[in-house]
């Protein structure tokens, strides 16, 4: 679920916490990652901290072959998400409103949307040097 109603977490203590399990399709423009894991999300005073472990599954592109492959991958990222309260009183403290529109918010029904962050998390968290197989040789498969 990447859309978690967050209103009963807000309400809690700090410290309270949410288990939410993963098991979603996030795309990026044509690449499709399956996701499946847990994100934990824990309320501070602040903001609510969002702890993602996660294995992605995507369709790759061998750099010596250049075939299309399955590769399976870990994100692990751990972000923090703000409320509108939060942010006001993030820019009452002097912070500048272009630094405050990066961070990742929870709308005002309550709603944390996960799919964002786990989307730019799987992007830098996809091998560099994406190969099919460990031995691949495009030179030895003619
Ligand atoms: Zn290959």
């Known amino acids: 679920m990447l859309s978690v109603n967050v209103g009963t977490l807000l309400q809690q203590e700090s410290g309270s916490k949410k288990i939410v399990a993963i098991d979603d399709v996030v795309e990026n423009g044509n690449d499709r990652f399956l996701v499946k894991g847990t994100v934990r999300l824990c309320k501070t005073n602040r903001f609510i901290v969002a702890e993602a472990d996660l294995v992605a599954t995507s369709e790759l592109t061998c750099m010596r072959c250049l075939n299309k492959f399955i590769s399976t991958f870990t994100v692990k990222f ?65």
């Open 78 to 142: 751990t972000d923090e998400f703000y409320t509108k309260d939060n942010l006001i009183v993030m820019a009452r403290e002097g912070n500048r409103e272009d630094d405050l529109e990066d961070f990742f918010t929870v709308d005002g029904r309550n709603i944390l949307d996960l799919s964002e962050a786990i989307r730019q998390y799987a992007i830098m968290s996809e091998p560099l040097k994406p190969i099919c197989t460990e031995n691949c040789d495009p030179l030895r498969q003619r």
